[in-house]
């Protein structure tokens, strides 16, 4: 009776912490929908175009840089509430933007959102859950992101067809405006309603006991974990916090040298990669890239929601697996997917194939292997990998590195499928995912069933690389 109640518990708070994962989700990939009525109103070329795509990237990337900082600062809890803030203020903003440069202000506010909970969020679910089933928990985080893309992609389609009725025909000059004529005015403001939801549910959170541990909170921090494991444990994981921070000295430094050298490039090269295999080129420009292919418009929109659908249901796999199976054959078997997908994407339109849903299919190959590999490991391992006393800053770091990549993927696709065409644009994103490979079978050591604390003193155990896989067998 009691462990059901400690699970349901835990279960609650990393939903709710999820639902930052959801706003990252519909905020990033509703601007799909809408890409082609702000291109057409403002008269936008390739380049503002991919400026107004990656706008919002470039405040993920501001977002990143500060997240960790002030989670460490002021603690998990108060930082996801700004995040939460902010999707609001932008999603009303977009919504009642006078201009071009108030949308781009208006997306760059949202992208601080998204940076922020893009960190933040898998950090604290991370934090509060117990060894054996914090990787699940964590990919809860991504498999709230593919909700929040397809909800979008849904939502982004019935606006699109409600805009064309006769009832709305008739309405007031500023509502005609917001969800007739200028319908990508409703599609962005959409996501104001789960900001609010998460704000409200944020007030009934815990802070982090981890991040009360560090701060001295020891008292407060037990009675978190005592509501998550039994009372034996609790003890001796804030006993063990208390022991490893003896071990550390120094601020951010200390994760780039000595014992957390390797788990700093390990995130920063994983986070790095996850983005430049063009994963968000298909959520960005897919409509555009199956239109180039034969597709009518309305069936490539269609396939947009095909390629949701997948997203989340093979991320299941991942919190089905990721405690069983491990971290690194997830990785490893959905790499060598995603390379070969992207090969034959790039053949297919490199020998001007004309059947439109086989590149529709080997697509959705590519979506599904991401889906139970990079997309969620990549938050569990950067949210395990790094020492108690930074973690925030440290995984502020990568994730920042995440979102250079993902910037720079929106901006320059665009521009890439111009100069390149589709079939040089695939093959490239297949070159600059091969590093994957090497990293995930020979570097990235396996963290399941660990608690966070043992994963950071095997990194202070650990004389050298050659040791990993030792370890592991």
Same mark, same amino acid.
């Given at each position: 009776?009691?462990?059901?109640?400690?699970?349901?518990?835990?279960?609650?708070?990393?939903?709710?912490?999820?639902?930052?994962?959801?706003?990252?989700?519909?905020?990033?990939?509703?601007?799909?929908?809408?890409?082609?009525?702000?291109? &057409?109103?403002?008269?936008?070329?390739?380049?503002?175009?991919?400026?107004?795509?990656?706008?919002? *990237?470039?405040?993920?990337?501001? =977002?990143?840089?500060?997240?960790?900082?002030?989670?460490?600062?002021?603690?998990?809890?108060?930082?996801?509430?700004?995040?939460?803030?902010?999707? =609001?203020?932008?999603?009303?903003?977009?919504?009642?933007? #006078? @201009?071009?440069?108030?949308?781009?202000?208006?997306?760059?506010?949202?992208?601080?959102?998204?940076?922020?909970?893009?960190?933040?969020?898998?950090?604290?679910?991370?934090?509060?859950?117990?060894?054996?089933?914090?990787?699940?928990?964590?990919? *809860?985080?991504?498999?709230?992101?593919?909700?929040?893309?397809? *909800?979008?992609?849904?939502?982004?389609?019935?606006?699109?067809?409600?805009?064309?009725?006769?009832?709305?025909?008739?309405? &007031?000059?500023?509502?005609?405006?917001?969800?007739?004529?200028?319908?990508?005015?409703?599609?962005?403001?959409?996501?104001?309603?789960?900001?609010?939801?998460?704000?409200?549910?944020?007030?009934?959170?815990?802070?982090?006991?981890?991040?009360?541990? #560090?701060? @001295?909170?020891?008292?407060?921090?037990?009675?978190?974990?005592?509501?998550?494991?039994?009372?034996?444990?609790?003890?001796?994981?804030?006993?063990?916090?208390?022991?490893?921070?003896?071990?550390?000295?120094?601020?951010?430094?200390?994760?780039?040298?000595?014992?957390?050298?390797?788990?700093?490039?390990?995130?920063?090269?994983?986070?790095?990669?996850?983005?430049?295999?063009?994963?968000?080129?298909?959520?960005?420009?897919?409509?555009?890239?199956?239109?180039?292919?034969?597709?009518?418009?309305?069936?490539?929109?269609?396939?947009?929601? #095909?390629?949701?659908?997948?997203?989340?249901?093979?991320?299941?796999?991942?919190?089905?697996?990721?405690?069983?199976?491990?971290?690194? !054959?997830?990785?490893?078997?959905?790499?060598?997917?995603?390379?070969?997908?992207?090969?034959?994407?790039?053949?297919?339109?490199?020998?001007?194939?004309?059947?439109?849903?086989?590149?529709?299919?080997?697509?959705?190959?590519?979506?599904?292997?991401?889906?139970?590999?990079?997309?969620?490991?990549?938050?569990?391992?950067?949210?395990?990998?790094?020492?108690?006393?930074?973690?925030?800053?440290?995984?502020?770091?990568?994730?920042?590195?995440?979102? #250079?990549?993902?910037? *720079?993927?929106?901006?320059?696709?665009?521009?890439?499928?111009?100069?390149? =065409? !589709?079939?040089?644009?695939?093959?490239?994103?297949?070159?600059?995912? $091969?590093?994957?490979?090497?990293?995930?079978?020979?570097?990235?050591?396996?963290?399941?069933?660990?608690?966070?604390?043992?994963?950071?003193?095997?990194?202070?155990?650990?004389?050298?690389?050659?040791?990993?896989?030792? $370890?592991?067998?």
């Amino acid at each position: 009776m009691i462990e059901k109640k400690s699970n349901r518990y835990v279960n609650t708070l990393a939903v709710i912490a999820s639902i930052g994962g959801f706003l990252f989700g519909y905020d990033t990939a509703v601007i799909s929908g809408t890409i082609s009525f702000v291109s &057409t109103q403002y008269q936008l070329d390739a380049v503002g175009t991919g400026w107004y795509v990656s706008s919002a *990237l470039l405040g993920c990337i501001l =977002g990143v840089a500060v997240a960790g900082i002030l989670s460490d600062k002021y603690g998990r809890k108060k930082v996801l509430i700004l995040s939460a803030l902010l999707f =609001g203020i932008s999603a009303i903003g977009c919504a009642f933007a #006078i @201009g071009f440069a108030d949308l781009v202000i208006y997306r760059l506010i949202g992208g601080l959102g998204i940076g922020v909970a893009s960190m933040v969020s898998p950090l604290y679910i991370s934090e509060l859950s117990p060894a054996h089933k914090r990787g699940r928990l964590v990919a *809860l985080y991504q498999f709230a992101i593919t909700i929040g893309i397809l *909800l979008s992609y849904f939502s982004n389609a019935w606006l699109l067809k409600i805009s064309h009725s006769e009832n709305l025909a008739q309405t &007031t000059s500023l509502i005609h405006k917001i969800m007739v004529s200028e319908v990508w005015r409703i599609m962005l403001g959409t996501s104001a309603l789960p900001a609010l939801i998460f704000l409200f549910l944020l007030q009934f959170v815990p802070e982090s006991p981890r991040w009360l541990t #560090i701060k @001295g909170n020891e008292a407060k921090a037990l009675q978190v974990l005592q509501k998550i494991v039994p009372d034996a444990e609790a003890q001796k994981e804030i006993s063990d916090i208390k022991t490893n921070l003896k071990r550390e000295s120094g601020g951010l430094a200390i994760a780039f040298k000595g014992s957390f050298r390797l788990p700093m490039f390990i995130g920063i090269s994983l986070a790095v990669l996850t983005q430049v295999c063009g994963i968000n080129a298909i959520i960005y420009y897919g409509p555009g890239i199956m239109e180039k292919a034969g597709l009518a418009r309305a069936d490539a929109l269609g396939g947009q929601v #095909i390629i949701g659908l997948v997203n989340v249901l093979f991320t299941l796999i991942a919190i089905w697996k990721i405690d069983l199976l491990g971290r690194r !054959p997830l990785l490893i078997t959905g790499v060598i997917g995603i390379i070969s997908s992207l090969v034959i994407v790039g053949l297919l339109f490199y020998f001007n194939n004309s059947n439109a849903y086989l590149l529709l299919v080997c697509i959705l190959f590519f979506i599904a292997c991401f889906a139970f590999s990079y997309g969620p490991v990549i938050w569990v391992l950067l949210s395990e990998i790094f020492p108690a006393k930074i973690r925030g800053q440290a995984m502020s770091v990568a994730t920042f590195s995440l979102w #250079i990549g993902t910037a *720079l993927v929106g901006q320059l696709t665009p521009i890439l499928l111009e100069k390149l =065409g !589709p079939a040089g644009t695939f093959w490239l994103f297949a070159l600059l995912t $091969t590093p994957a490979l090497y990293l995930s079978v020979k570097i990235i050591p396996e963290t399941k069933g660990k608690s966070l604390e043992e994963i950071e003193s095997y990194w202070l155990n650990k004389k050298s690389t050659k040791t990993i896989h030792e $370890t592991e067998q």
